[in-house]
């Protein structure tokens, strides 16, 4: 057994969602989040035995509205689709084909998508067609992991793009920022998987846009609109991380040969372990806690609490947190701020501007 898997403990390897994948963009800096994902544990099963479920999971109002909008956009073949990209992209044809993956039965998706894609890049005739409902694969630390996206890949003229149709409100053609943030981060798991097919198949990567085109209804109605969302940054930090987590064993180098995250389940699959040993296994590898964590992350909640509890600055957000500069205390930066904490070789500035700062704010109080 590999180190890998004796982390995890008996429980099967938890497949990546394209979710999953897309937050190892969110918080690339985690040496937690990085090596549960590599060892394939399940982060989610793990919060809940710990007593940290995380907040997230959509409603089931939200999940039907989604699936409204989502059939909406997709149905005659995508004609709404097709109305919408004519006017994102200027698309001079007036008939765009339709395949949807799905027809052959899901055993055969990923390897009729294969084909599919296979015999677009090869011909290249110039036809226009959306694919719904391909199956992808990433290799994720040694394990392959199938995305089952709910876009559309688009293919016109030899160039490929993924659609991502969330149901988010565009009010007055602006969403909120971090929505959109996460759907970019999603969004580029789907291209980096449609690259490396792509790659697999001998075909050039770069055929894949790195624009993607997102729909979304626009102010309160169910009227689709799309917009264009360059997903360069988060591929970069995407590949980046899925390098890191092949280059585990660095990560490794200096835990406990005996640490695990095993749950210790009993014959049905309950675990076993108490959650305070669990606890204590979990604080052994450095976290990178960020309050963006709380969308992204099925261990949120527990991070959070060990945050608070260390007085991390960490709960305070990334940029708060640099501009701290190695900070990584409240009462550190309280007692830098009120003088009571004499700053240590390299933190004067820090420290001049914390007490200008504390006076700005008595001032203001006063
Ligand atoms: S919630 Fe915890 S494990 Fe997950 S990314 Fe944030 S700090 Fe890392």
């Known amino acids: 057994m590999n180190r890998l898997e004796e982390l995890r403990g008996p429980m099967p390897s938890h497949p990546h969602d394209a979710r999953a994948i897309a937050a190892l963009a969110a918080n690339p800096g985690c040496a937690r989040r990085a090596l549960m994902d590599a060892a394939g544990v399940d982060k989610d099963r793990v919060a809940r035995h710990l007593g940290f479920p995380a907040p997230f999971g959509q409603s089931q109002f939200a999940i039907t509205r989604g699936n409204v909008f989502e059939a909406l956009v997709k149905e005659n073949g995508c004609a709404e689709l097709l109305r919408l990209l004519r006017e994102l992209l200027g698309l001079p044809i007036a008939q765009v084909g339709y395949q949807d993956v799905e027809s052959v039965g899901s055993h055969l998706r990923h390897s009729h998508t294969r084909a599919l894609i296979d015999r677009a890049a090869r011909e290249d005739d110039g036809t226009a067609v959306f694919y719904d409902h391909p199956l992808f694969s990433l290799e994720i630390a040694g394990h392959t992991s199938y995305l089952e996206p709910d876009v559309v890949a ?120 108490p959650a305070d040993e669990l606890a204590g296994a979990l604080r052994q590898v450095p976290a990178r806690y960020a309050p963006d964590c709380l969308s992204t992350c099925d261990m949120c909640m527990f991070c959070r609490d060990e945050a608070r509890c260390d007085g991390s600055t960490d709960l305070l957000g990334r940029q708060i947190r640099d501009q701290l500069g190695g900070v990584s205390r409240m009462t550190e930066a309280l007692g830098l701020a009120e003088g009571t904490l004499e700053p240590a070789e390299g933190q004067e500035e820090i420290a001049r501007l914390l007490r200008l700062a504390d006076r700005l704010r008595e001032e203001a109080l006063n």
Request: with cysteine.
């Open 154 to 273: 688009f293919q016109i003229g030899g160039r490929f793009r993924i659609v991502e149709i969330k149901s988010f409100g565009l009010i007055d053609g602006q969403a909120e920022p971090e929505k959109v943030a996460a759907a970019a981060r999603q969004a580029a798991v789907y291209v980096l998987a449609l690259r490396t097919l792509m790659a697999d198949l001998g075909h050039d990567p770069e055929r894949v846009s790195h624009d993607v085109v997102l729909v979304c209804p626009e102010n309160f109605a169910n009227r689709p609109a799309a917009a264009l969302v360059d997903v360069r940054k988060q591929l970069a930090v995407l590949k980046r991380q899925l390098a890191r987590m092949t280059r585990v064993d660095r990560l490794l180098e200096g835990l406990p040969r005996d640490l695990t995250f095993d749950l210790v389940p009993d014959p049905d699959g309950v675990p076993t372990r």
